[in-house]
């Protein structure tokens, strides 16, 4: 018997019925020492526990990393993770990296001209030459 | 001056009496349940009683609070200055998204009555709604990457729109026009969030120099998904006060399929 996949009885259409953000996960990274995370360590200590309690949907995790420039981490549902370095940046800026991350989607960013994709059938189906009646040009 | 329980009261019963309310059984604490108001009435309620003196009088008008739960704790512990708003519940009345006004009753022509029911039975519905004079044409479901970036919303919004030129079925389209009434029809939207495209680097050069400048360019577009696209029965047309009026020549037809 041949082996058969899985098939799937529904397509993920998020937002239709239900709306799940996208981003489950942030990680604020941020150096002790070094003069590029001066505005990252105001951030933490003045926006960050305001911003965490506005999104109580994101896990958001702060750690320490020695020696680098300060990081901003999503990781989303599909899997991917997008960083953002944010050295020598400004709180306000650094709110402006979070939220963009806060808000994307998570895929790998893509040139489309379409700006519908749907994954209906279309709703007035397809022409055919041999149905319907006969028009005057 | 009015004190702040009087407009919420008076504020509350205007909303219940709106014909537009939607009800459900199960209010989440959710940017989901913007249009819920049942979850606004759960919230107003210990608001209310802390502060007027005479907590039943602003609840009369509203039966359908009191079945549910009255204790909502997590809503009357709600500070405005340090938290953004989850539920409509949180949002001052003032900034509540209002409800559109109609002047005139709803007005449908005799042929579209009467082709209505051809058109509300066949489904799937599809709608050419316009947005900045530009044509979308949407089903139910349907992912839409704006070509721009639409300001003041958020990821989770619900918008309703409310011109569309088109409406129709497999076999029945509605003409508007130019646009259909927006009471014959509800397509709500969903935002889901802001994309982005891949860095541009356009390189420019001037004649006779060796410069190269390099122009980036790197937009942001807003991300939707299409809830509902459902047209409205005749039954709920007249529920809703539309007016049977004879046909003129620019009014909105439904043509079926030749």
């Known amino acids: 018997m041949p082996l058969r996949g899985i098939r799937t009885s529904t397509a993920a259409r998020n937002g239709a019925g239900a709306f799940i953000l996208q981003c489950k996960r942030l990680d604020f990274h941020y150096c002790n020492w070094a003069g590029s995370s001066k505005g990252m360590v105001a951030f933490l200590e003045k926006t960050l526990p305001t911003f965490a309690r506005e999104n109580p949907q994101i896990e958001i995790r702060v750690s320490p990393r020695p020696q680098k420039h300060p990081l901003i981490k999503g990781l989303y549902i599909n899997g991917r993770e997008k960083p953002v370095c944010v050295r020598n940046m400004e709180p306000h800026e650094i709110l402006k990296k979070a939220n963009l991350l806060k808000e994307a989607s998570g895929e790998k960013l893509k040139r489309v001209k379409k700006p519908i994709t749907s994954l209906n059938e279309s709703v007035r189906g397809i022409w055919s030459p041999y149905h319907g009646d006969l028009r005057g040009v | ?258």
């Open chain 2, 1 to 258: 001056m009015f004190s702040r329980s009087a407009l919420r009261s008076l504020a509350s019963e205007l909303r219940w009496t709106a014909p537009s309310t939607i009800s459900s059984a199960a209010p989440l604490q959710q940017r989901a349940c913007l249009h819920q108001s049942a979850s606004l009435m759960n919230a107003q309620q210990p608001q209310s009683q802390s502060t007027s003196s005479h907590p039943e009088s602003p609840l009369s008008a509203t039966p359908r609070a009191q079945d549910t739960q009255p204790e909502n704790v997590k809503a009357s512990t709600f500070d405005e200055n340090t938290m953004t708003p989850q539920t409509r519940a949180h949002v001052p009345i003032a900034k509540q998204p209002v409800a559109p006004t109609f002047t005139s009753p709803l007005k449908v022509t005799k042929s579209v009555m009467s082709q209505l029911p051809h058109l509300v039975g066949q489904k799937p519905h599809y709608v050419v709604a316009q947005l900045h004079a530009r044509p979308y044409l949407l089903t139910e479901g349907d992912h839409i990457r704006l070509p721009f970036l639409m300001p003041k919303v958020k990821a989770g919004d619900i918008l309703r729109f409310n011109r569309a030129s088109a409406l129709g079925s497999r076999d029945f389209t509605m003409k508007g026009s130019p646009t259909i009434d927006e009471r014959i029809y509800e397509c709500r939207v969903r935002v889901t969030g802001v994309d982005s495209e891949p860095l541009r680097i356009k390189e420019k050069t001037k004649r006779r120099q060796r410069h190269v400048k390099q122009a980036k360019s790197k937009h942001r577009y807003t991300l939707m998904r299409v809830m509902d696209v459902r047209v409205k029965t005749p039954d709920e047309l007249l529920a809703e006060g539309a007016v049977v009026v004879e046909d003129s020549a620019d009014s909105s037809v439904i043509e079926p399929r030749s």
